[in-house]
């Protein structure tokens, strides 16, 4: 049978990573591949209790419900944000199933075929893959460790005339970097004179491990109702749970709450529900501080594995939060390739290339530190730096 597909579907790509975990996750491979939090510190019973209140207090939470989302959700979400700076009132916010549902509906409320969006490069993968599925047109704006280069973007706004600016400012996934608050401030400036709107996508933001070094959030600064800016349970509480949140000037949230109606009429009642009493009985910060702890001590680890490895030419940044090493190797070097290897000696990383939105470094991977206890990231440093000596260009 030969089936009619949508031209659509032209534009729908595979997710390079996803395809990668499916591999790795085959063998007895140590993975440094994906971009998993550490299932020893999901709340389970926090999450257990939750859900069994939500099931037996109020059988709402097993009923459909508001497109918007929970109602208390929304307002103890808005609480959660004005104490991070971010006065919005519950109204300007959509539940969603994940930030990633908010990067969908969002493109698909926004764009027409060929718009274009300015992004970092690299960026977030499975956000390219939204943003290509409606036709537009990805631009990449020059960076550096502070954030996107004013000039570059500038010069891009006006060659351009971009509907949309995507950023993940704070510990960046793939980069782990984090914008500077002067960076943040001239992007809004720009934003504005030029009326350009910007999406933050900014699930790891909590994940920070000194909490005197974390900027505010770009929404935070924003006066002018430019910013649309989500974030998401999936690091801080569960994955599964499925549940983010979007907020933003009013027109665009009504606008896509609309479309939310087309796609699932709304996130699922009960894990919102859960979500409640969560947020209510269980202290959710010390939570987050506990994760942040495991963190960090992880990503020391792997700190200390890399500057022992001392290859010429091999550079990191120290993240200052978040999931990611980004690595870099002599240009020669192809890290495609090197995962063969790699995976031949039971250890995986993300090669950078699919994270470009254009002319692709391929001699960058990415390393997660958080899915790995101490000793995994010991034998899996152990194994990479093995493949690293028998391929290095300069031995
Ligand atoms: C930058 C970024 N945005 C969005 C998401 C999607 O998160 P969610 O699980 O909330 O859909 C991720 C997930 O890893 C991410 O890294």
Redesign the pocket.
Known sequence: MKYGFSDRVKYMTSSAVRDILKVINQGNIISFAG?LPEEDLFPVKAVDEAFHKAITTNKKALQYGETEGVSQLRELLADRMKQKGLHRSADNILITS???QA?DLFSRVMFNKGDVILTENPT?L??LQVFESYETKVVAVDADDDGMVLADLEEKINQHKPKCIYV?PTYS?PTGKVWSLERREKLLELANKYHVVIFE?D?YGELQFDESETPPSIASLDENELVLYTS?F?KTVV?AVRI?WIVGPHQIIRIMAQAKQATDLHTNSIGQHALVHLLQDFDIDEHIQTIRKTYYERMLVMKRLLEKANFEGLEYVVPKGGMFFWVKLPEEMNTTELLDEAVKEGVAFVPGAPFYVSDPEQNTLRLNFTNSEPALIEEGMKRFVKVLESTYINK
Do not use: F, H, K
């Open positions: 971009g994940g930030s990633q990067i977030y499975a956000a993940v996934n996508d699930p998401t999936s994955p983010g």
